[in-house]
């Protein structure tokens, strides 16, 4: 089949592309910059380059691409990942705008399958109880009005997805060896930087990219249109729990902890995420999908990021 991926350069959308090209398809990678287009066609893919919020050329080179299916995996967060309220804002236009432009060019290529990447924090923010199913009603105000924006913009992407019967993928928090957020996590731990905060508290689904890859294939072959399918690991963890599991493998010095109340002024983001529960079930992904995690829980995830013994 031949498959359009807007977002081909990016953590997911690389190991994706890599995938639909393994199993034969013709894949064209959509990227902002011309710098990465060797990176994409290293892959066996195709590339076009074009600017998501840019609705003329994206529709331009979508046409030319004339793919049966497209995946919308776009981001733009810093490679650090996000901890302040500045760092969410490009990411919300995004989400926005840039899944209109998706959802325009696709049906003016007369595209027959649309997939798209959403995120647990569409159920919301704070401390939301008991395991979240595809069925759960997102939260409609967040607890922190800095969030509001980004819950927003994320009803909205899947609103538009939704409704010419695509198919949205509400991921967990990447991890693995591909995602950046990890080396600078681990520099910090190595400068007994304070990564934790304190009270602790809240849960989160994560899951590791190579799976997260997996499943986004598996959407793209069985998945229904019209739904929405969370895809994340088998165990949620704290935020805490995870930087310690990260840090006992890479062999780093114990994790500092800082109140909360000392860094929520210039970290808010940072502060809120971590307090937060969003336990989101696996169930249907595993049903409907016929997928299962690799790594089921960030234990056995984080071996891959292991430092070779000396």
Same mark, same amino acid.
């Given at each position: 089949?031949? !498959?359009?991926?807007?977002?081909?350069?990016?953590?997911?959308?690389?190991?994706?592309?890599?995938?639909?090209?393994?199993?034969?398809?013709?894949?064209?990678? &959509?990227?902002?910059?011309?710098?990465?287009?060797?990176?994409?066609?290293?892959?066996?893919?195709?590339?076009? !380059?074009?600017?998501?919020?840019?609705?003329?050329?994206? *529709?331009?080179?979508?046409?030319?691409?004339?793919?049966?299916?497209?995946?919308?995996?776009?981001?733009?967060?810093?490679?650090?990942?996000?901890?302040?309220?500045?760092?969410?804002?490009?990411? !919300?236009?995004?989400?926005?705008?840039?899944?209109?432009?998706? !959802?325009?060019?696709?049906? $003016?290529?007369?595209?027959?399958?649309?997939?798209?990447?959403?995120?647990?924090?569409?159920?919301?923010?704070?401390?939301?109880?008991?395991?979240?199913?595809?069925?759960?009603?997102?939260?409609?105000? $967040?607890?922190?009005?800095?969030?509001?924006?980004?819950?927003?913009? &994320?009803?909205?992407?899947?609103?538009?997805?939704?409704?010419?019967?695509?198919?949205?993928?509400?991921?967990?928090?990447?991890?693995?060896?591909?995602?950046?957020?990890?080396?600078?996590?681990?520099?910090? &731990?190595?400068? *007994?930087?304070?990564?934790?905060?304190?009270?602790?508290?809240?849960?989160?689904?994560?899951?590791?990219?190579?799976?997260?890859?997996?499943?986004?294939?598996?959407?793209?072959?069985?998945?229904?249109?019209?739904?929405?399918?969370?895809?994340?690991?088998?165990?949620?963890?704290?935020?805490?729990?995870?930087?310690?599991?990260?840090?006992?493998?890479?062999?780093?010095?114990?994790?500092?902890?800082?109140?909360?109340?000392?860094?929520?002024?210039?970290?808010?983001?940072?502060?809120?995420?971590?307090?937060?529960?969003?336990?989101?079930?696996?169930?249907?992904?595993?049903?409907?999908?016929?997928?299962?995690?690799?790594?089921?829980?960030?234990?056995?995830?984080?071996?891959?990021?292991? *430092?070779?013994?000396?």
């Amino acid at each position: 089949m031949n !498959v359009f991926v807007a977002g081909g350069s990016g953590v997911l959308g690389s190991s994706v592309v890599r995938l639909l090209v393994e199993q034969g398809h013709v894949v064209t990678g &959509l990227t902002s910059r011309e710098s990465k287009r060797g990176a994409i066609e290293r892959l066996g893919a195709r590339t076009a !380059v074009a600017d998501a919020l840019d609705a003329g050329a994206l *529709r331009r080179v979508v046409a030319e691409a004339e793919p049966e299916a497209m995946l919308s995996l776009l981001t733009r967060l810093p490679r650090r990942g996000p901890m302040t309220v500045r760092d969410l804002k490009p990411n !919300v236009v995004l989400f926005s705008k840039g899944t209109a432009n998706v !959802v325009a060019a696709a049906k $003016a290529a007369g595209v027959g399958r649309l997939i798209a990447q959403s995120i647990i924090f569409r159920y919301g923010y704070g401390d939301l109880p008991g395991i979240l199913t595809e069925e759960t009603l997102p939260q409609a105000r $967040a607890p922190a009005r800095f969030a509001q924006s980004s819950l927003d913009g &994320l009803r909205d992407l899947e609103h538009m997805v939704l409704a010419v019967d695509g198919i949205v993928l509400r991921y967990g928090l990447f991890y693995g060896s591909a995602a950046g957020h990890m080396a600078t996590m681990e520099t910090m &731990l190595r400068r *007994r930087v304070p990564v934790i905060f304190s009270p602790e508290r809240g849960a989160l689904s994560w899951i590791h990219v190579d799976d997260a890859a997996s499943a986004t294939v598996a959407a793209f072959e069985r998945g229904k249109p019209g739904e929405v399918y969370n895809v994340v690991d088998d165990e949620p963890v704290s935020f805490a729990d995870f930087v310690r599991e990260f840090a006992s493998v890479i062999d780093a010095p114990s994790p500092r902890s800082i109140p909360r109340a000392l860094m929520r002024p210039f970290m808010r983001y940072a502060a809120l995420f971590s307090a937060t529960s969003v336990r989101a079930s696996n169930a249907k992904a595993k049903r409907e999908l016929g997928w299962s995690a690799r790594y089921p829980t960030i234990t056995e995830g984080m071996k891959e990021l292991a *430092r070779p013994a000396a």
